[in-house]
């Protein structure tokens, strides 16, 4: 049984879908790019190489940089297009079943586990902040907020978390912002970011 597409979803969500899921989707594309290079020519630093504290090489080198054995990068590759493919069917008035908005929420609170524990590769063991990986943890963070909250409020979860989903989702800039400034300041506390930049 198809769970209800409401106005919400094809004015504010799918959009936003198909946007987070580009901007991951660039992301992905430019880590697998500086892999590439960095294969290539293992000497050279990467464009994305700002600084110590600000680079990419350390972290696409690293063991938590190919997690499953081949570089992370490409799990971006392959899964930032479900935000964008369920965004561009929102708009052409998709109605989706409850088991595929559910199977989309596994899949995005999977990338959510997964960009926290990356987070935390960066931050404590490998001590450095990559550009285009912050991109993705900018993406998959609001990804996840909009997409839990948007399957609370439609009773997915259960009927009884309809109103926290409501309430929760009218503050979900605020959410998102508070979550992202989180990040930052254990960033900022472990590694002094301001005074290295």
Partial sequence: M???????????????????GLLGLLASFQLTLGKLSSLENPQESLTCDFSVLVQCSANIASEAGAVLGFPNPLI????????????????ARAEFAGWFWLTFQTGITAGMVFVTWLQYQSIFV?????????????VIVPL??????????????????????????????????????????????????????
């Fill in 76 to 91: 971006g590759l392959m899964t930032f297009v479900a935000p964008v493919a369920v965004g561009a069917a929102l708009l």
């Fill in 2 to 20: 198809a769970v209800r597409t409401d106005r919400t979803d094809r004015t504010i969500l799918a959009p936003f879908l198909i946007v987070a």
């Fill in 144 to 197: 996840f907020w909009a997409v839990t909250l948007r399957n609370t409020s439609a009773g997915l979860f259960s009927n009884r978390l309809r109103p926290a989903g409501d309430y929760l989702g009218s503050w979900i800039i605020p959410l998102v912002f508070a979550h992202l400034l989180a990040v930052a300041l254990v960033a900022q506390f472990r590694l002094d970011v301001l005074a290295r930049l």
């Fill in 126 to 138: 490998l001590g450095t902040l990559c550009p285009w990986c912050m991109v993705t943890w900018a």
